[in-house]
């Protein structure tokens, strides 16, 4: 049974996603402020958080931030606040995917299904069945994925990682100097209509650059094909 904890504090909206999703077979956790939250986040370990971005002690953009430092688990905000800059802030802080209040529960399911299927299970026709992917950087170190611990291993170290950069690094690792439409990729990360867009996208590269990239400003590994989208070139 997956595991979802809603936090919301909204005492009817959240009673009425944990109806929702318990009825639809989900183990569901709510917490009604930030502080709770957090610390159900930490022990019951869901297989995704739906989040509220205004809580009553911890703003959510803060709460994103503070599980990404130790967990990759999908976050999904649910705000009233529809401001593209809302959604850009949210996407930078580590979320996954924004739906804006009202919304339909058909939608929010559908949603939350495609999130935890693509965090916990392996995409056949982008992966070999082995269990880690390599491409050699630019100073024959390696950057791979760890399937089983979801994580991106850079220069030997480590990396945390959202759910849609892990995602795109594993479609980038797949294919090495292949040109990815930003279609493709959203396609990748949702797979079906959702929230994501080229800037949702462009924000994601940004932040995987500064994990893998020497340098950012001067990206080598993941490179802009103007126009079109991004490839990524170990060899360059």
């Keep these: 049974m997956y ?9 009817m909206m959240n009673n009425m996603l944990s109806m929702y999703l318990t009825e639809e077979g989900y183990e569901v956790q709510q917490a009604f402020n930030g502080t709770t939250g957090l610390h159900t986040a930490s022990h019951f370990s869901p297989h995704i958080i739906l989040l509220d971005l205004i809580l009553p002690d911890i703003d959510g953009i803060s709460i994103c931030s503070e599980v990404r430092l ?5 976050i999904m905000i649910l705000s009233m606040k529809s401001e593209v800059s809302e959604r850009v802030q949210a ?13 339909s529960m058909h939608e929010l399911t559908a949603r939350v299904e495609a999130l935890i299927r693509r965090s916990i299970q392996t995409i056949d026709k982008l992966v ?5 992917e390599v491409a050699v950087d630019e100073d024959t170190n390696a950057i791979r994925l760890d399937h089983e611990r979801r994580l ?8 945390e990682t959202t759910f849609s950069e892990y995602e795109i690094m594993r479609l980038f690792l797949s294919a ?7 279609e493709e990729l959203i396609s990748t990360l949702r797979g079906f209509d959702s929230f994501v867009t080229d800037r949702s996208i ?5 932040n995987l650059r500064k994990k893998i990239e020497k ?13 079109f989208g991004y490839k990524y070139s170990p060899n360059a």
């Design 70 to 74: 130790t967990s990759n688990v999908p």
């Design 176 to 182: 090495p100097n292949k040109v990815f439409s930003r």
């Design 128 to 132: 070999n069945s082995s269990r880690m």
């Design 215 to 227: 340098n950012p400003r001067e990206p080598k590994l993941i490179k802009t094909v103007w126009g």
């Design 3 to 11: 595991k979802v904890l809603i936090i919301e504090d909204d005492v």
């Design 91 to 103: 996407l930078k802080a580590g979320a996954d995917d924004y739906l804006c209040k009202p919304f």
């Design 152 to 159: 991106l291993i850079v220069r030997e170290e480590p990396v």
């Design 202 to 206: 462009d924000v994601h590269i940004v």
